[in-house]
């Protein structure tokens, strides 16, 4: 990451004109990029190029995440290993970082100025909880099971878009409940609401004689701490995603991931990824996002410092409030002891501890693949890219040179995202816009490390509420410009459909 070591200019002036944003080059502000050579391009075109030899792997795509990729463990832990690339000293910042991860935050006042300043209202009490072994959350699981890994966005619509961002869709908090509904409170402070989800059963008749069957959920907020919603409120359920590559992520140029926007379909093939620019909070000026299921942030920073203040209630330099997303008509939350102290650049984690997370969350290292070279899984490849969904799930890019952050500098690798937002259809929608995206785009999810979901997160939940329970449903749900795609699985020889699947596990 690129370093801010002064707590007094986290935000710099907003000294750039975006009259458009796709008519200018958005900047990697967050890196210390060192421009590649024009040679260096053209090799990396080639390089990344889709490949059209399906007898056997790739050359070097059994290490999904470059040199940091790291041996396939199978256990819990297999998200849990720094970059396999990270040196001696910058492992120990890791396992430092890994224990702030894990920390749980108590409520201030406390005999410790390092722990304290949870909510008032809050999700969970550490970036673990919620994030389990660094894997993917899951809605609950019944009406006992609480909704610890998942969360539910709330906004309204109206209130000011940015001037500098075209299409910008403004919407902003609800009054009485924020951005966020917190299900947890401290002492004496009346959490926001129960998350409650229910399903209803579809069945999909498959050719072959198959059959599958995809569960719509439904949301409901109950026992409500703070009066009735908004007439206009719009809610979105969100799984925790999993960890793994995201500092490998963080360093695609965005003038790579722009390079694939194509917002008009100019090429008729029906994919209209489109980029999702932001404000950053960090410097003041549009950026691309990239993080968030509907890449609402930036940089692996901004996602750290947001999840920080929305999710636990701990204030950042960037986010100083020590109240978190306690809204005006919440007083009592409003007035309750918090942790903000000078020792902490007057907030309740300071630069430091927000570089050190930073740092372990971009250095959670992709495990390598497993079986590239079994026949099941190169004609499950060979459907994969036949069937179209490499259009959106690029398989291959290469990331920035970087100074000073050799984990991610140069890397090829293979997450199988675009990180552009696309139309998913109705069926996928939540109705709830974020910046760009309108209430049925989502950002695409990088694949690599779902076949070892089970093996880390105990289950296999997929897609951004947890509502498909394997990979076959999570493509049944795709809809939108994937509906071709989706319908050609639904239509395809079993055996491809199955070997599709075998491909998919294997990433």
């Known amino acids: 990451m690129k370093k801010i070591t002064t707590s007094v200019a986290l935000i710099l002036p907003a000294t750039l004109a975006f009259a458009a944003p796709l008519d200018v080059e958005l900047t990697d502000l967050h890196l210390s990029v060192i421009p590649r050579t024009a040679a260096e391009a053209e090799r990396i075109q080639r390089v990344i190029a889709p490949t059209t030899d399906f007898t056997k792997p790739e050359q070097f795509e059994g290490n999904p995440g470059g040199a940091a990729t790291v041996r396939a463990r199978a256990t819990r832990d297999a998200f849990s290993q720094p ?99 917190q299900d947890f409170s401290i002492a004496g402070i009346q959490a926001e609401a129960d998350i409650k989800i229910t399903y209803t059963e579809e069945v999909i008749e498959l050719s072959g004689g198959e059959t599958a069957s995809l569960r719509k959920p439904t949301t409901t907020l109950t026992n409500l701490g703070y009066g009735a919603l908004h007439d206009n409120a719009m809610i979105s359920a969100r799984v925790a995603p999993q960890m793994i590559g995201l500092g490998l992520l963080d360093a695609i140029p965005a003038a790579d991931i722009l390079a694939k926007a194509d917002p008009d379909d100019a090429d008729g093939d029906g994919i209209s990824g489109r980029a999702q620019i932001v404000m950053s909070d960090q410097y003041g000026v549009p950026m ?104 959106c799930h690029t398989p291959k890019h290469v990331t920035h040179r970087l100074d000073g952050q050799p984990e991610q500098s140069f890397q090829l690798i293979w997450p199988y995202t675009d990180l552009l937002l696309h139309d998913m259809g109705p069926g996928l929608a939540d109705n709830r816009p974020e910046g760009r995206a309108n209430g049925q785009e989502w950002r695409t999810p990088p694949l690599w490390g779902i076949g070892l979901t089970e093996t880390v997160s105990g289950h296999t939940y997929f897609l ?33 459909r199955a070997a599709l699947i075998r491909f998919l596990e294997s990433l």
């Not at 306690?326 to 984690?349: K, M």
């Not at 809809?479 to 239509?491: L, N, R, S, T, Y």
Request: net charge negative; hydrophobic share 35%; aromatic share 6%.
């Open 288 to 391: 691309l996002g990239r993080f968030g299921l509907k890449a609402g942030k930036p940089s692996v920073w901004e996602q750290s410092a947001a999840a920080f203040a929305g999710d636990i209630g701990i204030s950042t330099p960037l986010h100083p409030a020590g109240h978190g997303d306690c809204t005006d008509t919440q007083t009592a939350c409003l007035a309750a002891p918090n942790g903000n102290t000078a020792v902490h650049d007057n907030a309740e984690i300071g630069i430091a501890g927000l570089e050190l997370v930073t740092f372990y969350s971009a250095n959670l290292a992709v495990p390598a693949r497993r079986d590239t070279g079994d026949p099941e899984v190169l004609r499950g490849k060979q459907v994969f890219y036949n069937t179209g969904c490499i259009a």
């Open 83 to 181: 970059s396999g690339n990270i040196s001696f000293e910058k492992e120990l910042d890791f396992k430092v970082g890994n224990g702030l991860f894990k920390k749980l935050w108590v409520s201030s006042p406390a005999s410790t100025l390092a722990s304290d300043g949870l909510g008032p209202l809050f999700n969970a009490r550490s970036c673990q909880r919620c994030h389990l072994k660094d894997g993917r959350g899951h809605p609950p699981e019944g009406p006992d099971d609480s909704a610890v890994s998942m969360l539910v966005r709330i906004s309204i619509p109206g209130g000011a878009a940015p001037e500098q961002i075209a299409d910008f869709i403004a919407t902003q908090p609800e009054p009485n409940y924020g951005g966020q509904i």
């Open 464 to 496: 951004h509420d947890g509502r498909a329970r394997n990979l076959l449903e999570a493509v049944l749900w795709h809809g939108g410009e994937a509906e071709p795609h989706k319908q050609a699985v639904v239509d395809m020889p079993p055996a491809d």
